[in-house]
């Protein structure tokens, strides 16, 4: 699960983290779009396994597929993927939803996992989660950035409101990464619960006083950003006990 992890890693830096907004309406409208989108995957990547790329990852029909390979084949999966959604989409005029946004979700994640890596074969490999890191990393993406896109496509759904902007999205990313880090590092789960629950309060509270924010504690956006990044911290903090 060594490659596993490590192609997860990548695939939410590239798929949230590194995608603004330019480029998610960029990859919507035309090939240039959507082909710098996918190849920031392959970016990652290789930065990310490059020490095993020369190693067979998987044996599909007893051909060894090496890293280098597999990386070729997941990014071209990728790129499929998100053609057929942005068709579905503009073309037959499938909704551009929660489920839809998860089940695309589920599809790259299914894919990385055909090639997460067999060799080489020893203990650590068969471990579950044999290195910590990228799993962390991952956690405070979905507790950040992924969080973002997840309630702006609810909040779409169910309000049919518009991405947030600047002020808005940063805000929500502080607060959440904040709390996330409180809950996950702080020794003590007094000082951790307090520190993260102050830090899902007093920013908002901040920004609301200012006027860059209308959504206040408690709101639909902000109750459930909040419990993604306590359920992020909380499952990180396990890891590190």
């Not at 190693?55 to 070729?72: D, F, K, N």
């Not at 939803?97 to 890596?117: E, P």
């Not at 809950?183 to 609301?208: E, S, Y």
């Amino acid at each position: 699960m060594l490659i596993f992890w490590r192609l997860i890693l990548g695939h939410f830096l590239a798929d949230f983290t590194l995608q603004s907004n330019r480029i998610n309406e960029l990859k919507r409208d035309n090939t240039v779009g959507m082909l710098l989108h996918c190849l920031t995957h392959p970016f990652c990547y290789i930065i990310l396994t490059y020490p095993y790329l020369s190693e067979v990852w998987v044996r599909i029909l007893g051909i060894p597929i090496h890293g280098w390979t597999a990386i070729v084949l997941i990014t071209t999966i990728h790129y499929v993927e998100d053609i057929w959604r942005v068709h579905n989409i503009r073309k037959l005029g499938l909704p551009d939803n929660t489920l839809y946004l998860l089940w695309d979700q589920v599809i790259h994640i299914s894919t990385i996992f055909v090639f997460f890596g067999d060799c080489p074969i020893s203990s650590e490999w068969q471990s579950l989660v044999p290195e910590v890191w990228p799993v962390l990393a991952t956690l405070a993406i979905v507790a950040t950035h992924f969080s973002v896109v997840l309630v702006y496509f609810i909040e779409k759904d169910f309000f049919n409101k518009s991405y947030p902007g600047g002020w808005e999205k940063y805000i929500s990313i502080t607060e959440r990464g904040l709390a996330f880090t409180a809950l996950a590092a702080l020794p003590g789960m007094r000082l951790a619960w307090m520190t993260a629950i102050a830090a899902l309060l007093a920013p908002r509270f901040v920004a609301a006083h200012y006027h860059r924010t209308q959504n206040r504690p408690l709101s639909l956006s902000w109750t459930i950003g909040s419990l993604l990044a306590i359920s992020a911290g909380l499952l990180a903090r396990s890891l590190l006990i």
